[in-house]
């Protein structure tokens, strides 16, 4: 009875360390403000429909996009730094995997504030909720 106690003990410790103290879960409204600069680039047509990281379609027609760290469903503001102009996408996806980019937008939320062919444009996003 005894041994019994000490294993279910130390699986409910061991259980409680490693799953207790994650930070995967993360509450969106504890990043509103947040704000980070760098650049941002946009997926290439061969992923449209393909699935994301949250399980849901890329849809290169809405106004989604690919963060390492934000959670899914959080909104932000990226706005292009060189023009001033915006858009509001939803986080849906992981990425972007390259050094010095920050997101991943879908074609048509890169399309609202750049020019799709540069590719690559210089913002600031901003989580809003």
Do not use: W
């Not at 020019?115 to 600031?124: A, E, F, Q």
């Amino acid at each position: 009875m005894i041994k019994n106690f000490k294993l279910i003990s130390f699986y409910s410790i061991l259980s409680l360390f490693l799953f207790g103290c994650s930070t995967t879960q993360i509450n969106p409204y504890d990043n509103v403000g947040y704000t980070e600069s760098g650049k941002a680039s946009y997926y290439a047509m061969k992923y449209h429909n393909r699935k994301t990281a949250s399980g849901e379609r890329l849809n290169q027609n809405a106004k989604t996009g690919a963060h390492k760290k934000l959670p899914f469903g959080t909104r932000v503001k990226v706005t292009n730094i060189r023009n001033g102009k915006s858009v509001i996408v939803r986080i849906n996806d992981r990425g972007p995997f390259v050094r010095g980019r920050i997101i991943d937008l879908s074609r048509k939320a890169f399309k609202q504030i750049g020019d799709i062919r540069s590719g690559l444009l210089d913002v600031k996003i901003k989580v809003i909720d």
